[in-house]
């Protein structure tokens, strides 16, 4: 069936480094893909997004890495601040059907 | 503009009552979707609404589960003879179009079966 899996559950940064949150998925049809944050108690927010035919797509502080080959995924946030403390989600389409595939998530503690 | 919005916020019931949890998508969305997240989980997906098409329910995780869109808008999902293990958030999202398109959630519903 479908997996979307996290290398780290957990990660913990300084504040002013740079963050990198990893994810598998295993379904090599899934042509689009999500990153989403989840603070305490709300909704997962998007965060930036890439399609297939894409390697690299750069948003505001955020860098999404997609690799086809071994079929990662990966999300870089650069300069992390306190903000950016949350749950992070990885979720891809699967293009079977209309599901979208979330990991379990991986929760991000910044260090002031 | 407005996002998407679900009510109540929080749910208290007792074991065997059934509820609803309503979700209000972002206008012009014609596609809702609702997902479940226990504690410390990942979205479990539950059903699916594409404009007119007949609902995808191979999420939903037993016949005490069903879900509503009317006017393809306003969504209802109910849970019949609620049980302690339905106790999660219930995330609903809409996205402009099918599953190649962005989804923006709504800030949950937390169900407590007690």
């Known amino acids: 069936g479908e997996s979307v899996g996290l290398h780290l559950p957990t990660l913990s940064v300084q504040e002013g480094d740079n963050s990198i949150i990893n994810c598998a998925y295993s379904n090599s049809a899934s042509d689009y893909f999500i990153w989403y944050k989840q603070e305490s108690g709300k909704g997962p927010q998007f965060i930036i997004d890439i399609r297939s035919n894409m390697d690299k797509r750069q948003g505001q502080r955020v860098t999404v890495l997609l690799n086809k080959t071994v079929k990662h995924l990966s999300l870089q946030i650069a300069a992390t601040q306190p903000g950016d403390s949350a749950v992070y989600f990885c979720a891809e389409n699967g293009r079977l059907g209309n599901q979208f595939y979330f990991g379990t998530g991986t929760s991000l503690t910044v260090i002031p | 503009g407005a996002g998407v919005s679900q009510s109540p916020s929080n749910k208290v019931t007792e074991k065997g009552k059934d509820v609803e949890l309503r979700c209000d998508p972002i206008?012009?969305?014609?596609?809702l979707y609702w997902y479940r997240q226990s504690l410390g989980q990942g979205l479990e997906f539950l059903i699916y609404?594409?404009?007119?098409?007949?609902?995808?329910k191979s999420g939903l995780p037993s016949d005490r589960f069903s879900a509503e869109r009317t006017g393809g808008s306003v969504s209802t999902l109910t849970i019949q003879r609620t049980q302690q293990e339905d106790s999660a958030v219930y995330l609903c999202?809409?996205?402009?179009?099918?599953?190649?398109?962005?989804?923006?959630f709504g800030p949950g519903t937390r169900l407590t079966v007690l």
């Open positions: 999202a809409s996205s402009l179009g099918p599953n190649t398109d962005t989804q923006y």
């Open positions: 206008s012009g969305h014609t596609a």
């Open positions: 609404f594409q404009g007119n098409s007949a609902p995808d």
